[in-house]
């Protein structure tokens, strides 16, 4: 061993005592002392990191032809902190892992939803600790209730792909309100031994798996919810009903709701609406916590499509503002946060091709989803595999992405139209091994190529960069406003926000 000269120890102590100093210093936290906040608003976007929101509001200025961007809502709450969101087993987290950090105070591995990293013991959430505290207690999303995120927060299973498991710990919570997307597999999910797990994990009296599965939307009806998933129904529901599940009545992949820029206003139900009506059946004297995630910026953002992620990012920022009014009436007594899970797609203002240039107005060109224009391109090649022509592609992207129409500025250089062709010949000739190719990978993900390259030519024009098909490790910023709101200010972990969370209801 190397001998320490005596200067060094002393100096390595010296350390040691400022460090243990700065970690020993008692935390805000810790010494909180004020009230606790009667109406809690937890606001989760999904794949939302800062690039996404100032997308938007880059988008939104560019739009109102003013210089620089147009604030959204949630960048109006006065106090801002930033975290990281690395898992246990992984630097670059997924939803399941950030969620359960989110709600739980405690990191986890990839994929578990509720319970520790070992996949050994159900971990406590806030929205339970607030249930027991005596509020009511809503879970609303723009996906399927028991997807990843909203399901760390009522739910305790080893792997988020357990759905049907998922599905039955909802009803077992007995929170007030569930709204959003659907119930992905209400009658089971095949592959998964679910007995032999929930007879570890202490959930054994729900079913017995020998012979069948109850359909759990059936189960929680006997658990007393009411089941609501028409735009009637929906609108009938009023203050004083209490125990809902309430699915929207228009679903696409995934049994999420279709994407805002597909959404229909008379037919189908915004995220801001579910927030509002949460808000109608929730509120009582003794308060009520509400988490709303914008699930689907981030599955927008695995398709590297900026125009549907920007209308996602408004359709959050809603969403967002519903709860702002409702704490203009309550200022003393509510706390929101906006936070996020993760950043999907490394999403960049700023791309190699366009070098300095930006202009974001061009994505209003863009009338509907990757998703509906995957769908497009799908029905075309089943009617036209035969004699597909590239200028019925080129046609379709004109008339979806504006792509190629001088009038809008959207003139396509050679290099753009060979890619288009590219992808078009690929889209209609698509096959399981191509998928395995990495240039195949790099260029296109697991998407349509024909929708991708439209998506990617319409970011690089506006100037959006993309490096990633998947999340990044991109801290995360949170914005907060209302009782308690100093908690979430600084540069923390995504566990320290529930801890905060925690503190503040734990004298409730
Ligand atoms: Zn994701």
Redo the contacts with the bound molecule.
């Keep these: 061993m190397t001998r320490l000269k005596p200067i060094t120890i002393s100096l390595m102590l010296a350390l040691t005592f400022c460090f243990s100093n700065v970690f020993a210093q008692p935390s805000e936290r810790d010494n909180y002392e004020g009230a606790s906040p009667k109406y809690i608003f937890y606001f989760i976007g999904?794949?939302m990191g800062l690039s996404q929101a100032n997308t938007a509001e880059a988008y939104l200025g560019a739009i109102n032809n003013s210089n620089g961007i147009k604030k959204l809502k949630l960048n109006t709450l006065p106090k801002q902190g930033f975290y990281t969101t690395y898992a246990t087993d992984r630097f670059i987290t997924?939803?399941a892992a950030a969620g359960t950090a989110l709600s739980t105070g405690v990191k986890t591995s990839i994929s578990t939803v509720g319970m520790d990293a070992k996949r050994q013991k159900p971990l406590q959430t806030i929205a339970e600790m607030a249930r027991d505290k005596g509020y009511k207690v809503g879970i609303v999303t723009s996906v399927s209730l028991d997807h990843a995120t909203p399901a760390s927060f009522y739910a305790h299973q080893p792997t988020r792909s357990m759905y049907y498991n998922i599905s039955l710990d909802l009803s077992k919570s007995g929170f007030n309100y569930f709204a959003g997307g659907g119930i992905k597999h209400p009658e089971g999910d095949g592959k998964v031994d679910s007995k032999n797990i929930m007879a570890n994990f202490g959930m054994g009296e729900d079913v017995d798996l020998k012979d069948k599965l109850p359909n759990s939307i059936e189960l929680a009806k006997k658990r007393g919810y009411e089941f609501v998933n028409s735009v009637k129904e929906f609108n009938k529901l009023k203050k004083g009903d209490d125990k809902v599940i309430c699915i929207a009545p228009k679903l696409v992949g995934g049994k999420s709701l279709p994407y805002f820029i597909d959404q229909n206003g008379k037919t189908d139900i915004s995220l801001a609406e579910f927030t509002e009506k949460g808000i109608e059946l929730l509120n009582n004297k003794n308060g009520f916590f509400m988490m709303v995630e914008g699930g689907k910026i981030?599955?927008a953002?695995?398709a590297n499509d900026a125009a549907t992620v920007i209308q996602e990012v408004i359709q959050f920022d809603n969403a967002v503002s519903v709860a702002l009014d409702f704490y203009k009436k309550h200022p003393d007594e509510t706390l929101i946060l906006v936070a996020g899970?993760?950043e999907?797609g490394g999403m960049a203002l700023g791309f190699s091709g366009s070098h300095y240039h930006s202009d974001f107005a061009i994505l209003q060109h863009q009338n509907l989803s990757y998703e509906s224009f995957s769908n497009l391109i799908s029905d075309y090649k089943k009617n036209n595999i035969r004699n597909y022509k590239v200028e019925d592609g080129l046609a379709l992207v004109k008339k979806h992405f504006g792509l190629g129409d001088a009038e809008k500025g959207l003139e396509l250089s050679e290099f753009e139209m060979q890619q288009l062709k590219t992808a078009f010949d690929k889209s209609m000739n698509y096959n399981k091994k191509m998928k395995k190719d990495d240039q195949f990978y790099l260029l296109y993900g697991s998407y349509d190529p024909f929708t991708t390259t439209a998506c990617h030519i319409l970011s690089q024009k506006a100037g959006i960069g993309w490096t990633s098909f998947?999340?990044t490790a991109a801290p995360i910023p949170i914005r907060s406003i209302g009782v308690g709101a100093d908690l979430f200010t600084g540069f923390f972990d995504n566990t320290d926000v529930p801890k905060s969370l925690m503190k503040l209801i734990e004298n409730k």
């Design positions: 999904d794949g997924g939803s981030d599955w953002c695995h899970d993760h999907t998947s999340h």
